[in-house]
């Protein structure tokens, strides 16, 4: 019996050697439309060729950071032209195919609403949000040179450290579960600061400001 996982990455591993640069961009743009495609298949191995000397490393991180500018923006145009209602309706007719439940669309456009668009660049960070958080930002609107200022810088990162660590592994490339695992967790904990760090804003805004008279200063009295 086959290992499907074995099949991705023999894929992943022919289209990057015979598309080089085309080849790495259009594999995460498909892989953020349909997300069981997993990016930890494809940018360490992107980073451990860059190693070898086969790829050139900012070029990786340009192609990789282009791929998901331009599915993000598919996933933007779906939220846009459908709307709400004929969106949940695909996601529950179809979200099993692509890794994405009503739930995950919910959670989403929860944090689009509370926090802006800053949502935007930190589901860049998040795995599946990264996905689904375009959808509702399509839904809403969002101004378009917003949505690609932040989903560019969101997605350098992602993009950027995964294939760092593959450069960094080397052969070992394929053992970076762990590696990921750790940066989603740092990426949650930023999250976290930062949502903290915007509650502490609005709540120190929303606090009355007390003017303390100077000593032996006289009220004023009015004429």
Known sequence: M?????????WVTDVIEKLGYAGIAGLIAL?????PIPSEAILPLAGFLAGQGRL???????AATIGSVIGALILYAVGMVFGERRVRW???????????????????ERWLARHGAAVVFFGRLVPV??????????????????????????SAIWNGALIGIGWVLGDRWEAVGPYVKGLQYIALAAIAAAVLWFLARRVMAARPVVQEEAPGRQPRRRS
């Open 2 to 10: 086959t290992n499907p996982f074995s099949d991705l990455l023999g």
């Open 90 to 108: 695909l996601i529950v007719r179809f979200g099993r195919w692509f890794g994405v439940s009503e739930a995950d669309l919910d959670r989403a």
């Open 31 to 35: 892989e953020n439309v349909f997300p």
């Open 56 to 62: 050139w490393l900012p070029a990786v991180i340009v």
């Open 129 to 154: 949000v990264r996905s689904v958080v375009s959808i509702p930002a399509g839904m809403n609107r969002m101004p378009m040179g917003q949505f690609i200022l932040y989903t560019t810088a969101g």
